[in-house]
């Protein structure tokens, strides 16, 4: 079993439609997590930062974590054709070194 | 702020030849810095991690006599893939972690390697 599962879709949405992206893990050891937009041929690019269980919102996105189910989501309201990426859920073990643990992604099309 | 560079960004290399990639953290210094690669349709995978000042750290399987990575500076980072071989053809991306104790990672935009 992998230590961090994402559907890896593709996943195809009407422009301005809410989109919903997750994460799940096992190790308990993760505290701080990620989610990465990539472009195609592009680095990853850093959306939002969270360390604790709750929501933190920046502009049209918000990211959730709930450590007692060991679960993350993404959401992306009133979503535009520019949002279409993949976007990739990250976690930290701080007694790893800062190593992040990748899911594998999720391919995200957003329909004008 | 936060932005990272990669030099170059695309590079076609013959096979047996050698192959340097750099990574620069432009507007912060970075205690760390990491070499990941990734396939096409696929995350990216961890290869090593690089410290200023000290030997990197290789992932389980990554052959450090092939991807020889110098941290000289807090801006800089070189990989470089000796006598490359088709199978090493990937998107190689570096991350850096800011001098602030914290553990965001800036990547770069990536280097496309085609060996023939």
Redesign the interface.
Known sequence: QKEVEQDPGPLSVPEGAIVSLNCTYSNSAFQ?F?W?RQYS??????LM?TYSSGNKEDGRFTAQVDKSSKYISLFIRDSQPSDSATY?CAM?N?TE????I????TELSVKP | GAVVSQHPSRVICKSGTSVKIECRSLDFQATTMFWYRQFPKQSLMLMATSNEGSKATYEQGVEKDKFLINHASLTLSTLTVTSAHPEDSSFYICSAVPFRGIYEQYFGPGTRLTVT
Do not use: C, N, S
């Open positions: 701080y990620m990465y041929r592009k680095g990853p690019e850093l930062y990739l930290i701080p070194g800062g190593k992040l990748f899911g594998q992604g």
